[in-house]
């Protein structure tokens, strides 16, 4: 396997382990989001607390991805901030090209159900200041 190769693999894996994160945030938040209705102080610290260990975690992946991008981008002689999901899916070799174009879409889904929930919340924030 060739140095670019290698580089589009690791990537593509940490980009799926920062998926799952956060994934595993968007089910914190809504579960957050039950407790404030239900009023469960403790349950809604212990999430707190669960979501800033993720949120650590993956600002440490996320020096990881930008590190894999320099990298990436300097085989490729381009920009680090050309190498969006969407030229990444068409830039790589299959099956690795498949993999960062469900990344991409996956990512757009995370984003939509991430903005839906916290409007929710602010939501219900606001009204129960009322």
């Known amino acids: 396997m060739n140095h670019e190769h290698a580089l589009y693999t ?3 894996t940490l980009l799926r382990e920062m998926l799952s994160h956060y994934h595993r945030l968007l089910e914190l938040t809504q ?3 039950e407790t404030l209705t239900a009023e469960s102080l403790p349950t809604f ?3 707190t607390t669960q979501k800033e260990i993720l949120i650590l975690e ?3 992946m ?3 991805r930008q590190l894999l991008l320099r990298k990436l981008a300097e085989q ?5 901030a050309e190498l969006t999901l969407r030229a990444l899916s068409q830039l790589a070799p299959e099956p ?3 993999g960062f174009h469900r990344c991409r879409t996956d990512l757009v889904a995370l984003i939509q159900a ?3 929930v916290n409007a929710q919340k602010t939501m219900l924030l606001s009204s129960s200041l009322d």
């Open 10 to 12: 690791d990537l593509l």
């Open 45 to 47: 610290l212990e999430m």
């Open 76 to 80: 490729l002689d381009t920009s680090p």
């Open 96 to 98: 690795l090209a498949v």
């Open 58 to 60: 993956l600002s440490v």
């Open 31 to 33: 579960r957050e989001q």
């Open 114 to 116: 991430i903005e839906q």
């Open 62 to 64: 996320e020096e990881g």
